[in-house]
């Protein structure tokens, strides 16, 4: 096997390149890690969540997410309440100030993301998103063969 050339290596390698690069901004701008940008990302759009759900919508295990709402509750970034249908589960939402800091850290995010694209035509950025689509339903279709 020759790793440089095989697909989910370079896929890996890529993806920790692109969130190392983009986690630098906020990182140094707001204290927040990679973790805490994808939930705070993730509840900016999709609130009053379960952190099971988190978990599925940002493919982070439970124990990374769990670590994670503790931190971004603890700094006053999400709030908590019962799940009514199940009293052991919590939903989560942004605080005003999780909103505040998810709306100054976006629009970085989508520079960053500008840059990231600016030497794909819109052709090959159509195409590459296309791919990556199969390739998430190939992968949901060998999990469900085992």
Not at 122 to 132: G, Q, Y
């Amino acid at each position: 096997m020759d790793l440089q050339n095989f697909l989910p290596y370079q896929l890996s390698v890529l993806s920790n390149k692109i969130s190392q690069g983009i986690a630098s901004y906020y990182h140094q701008q707001h204290g927040i890690t990679i973790s805490e940008w994808r939930v705070l990302a993730l509840l900016s759009e999709t609130s009053d969540i379960t952190a099971k759900e988190l978990a599925e919508l940002s493919q982070m295990d439970k124990v990374k997410i769990s670590r994670t709402m503790k931190v971004l509750e603890g700094k006053g970034l999400i709030s908590e309440k019962t799940c009514l249908a199940d009293a052991r589960a919590r939903r989560y939402r942004l605080t005003r100030d999780g909103e505040k800091l998810i709306n100054q850290v976006k629009p970085k995010a989508i520079e960053f993301e500008n840059k990231l694209i600016t030497g794909l035509s819109t052709k090959d950025l159509k195409l590459f998103k296309n791919c990556i689509h199969a390739l998430n339903m190939q992968v949901e279709n060998i999990l469900r063969e085992k």
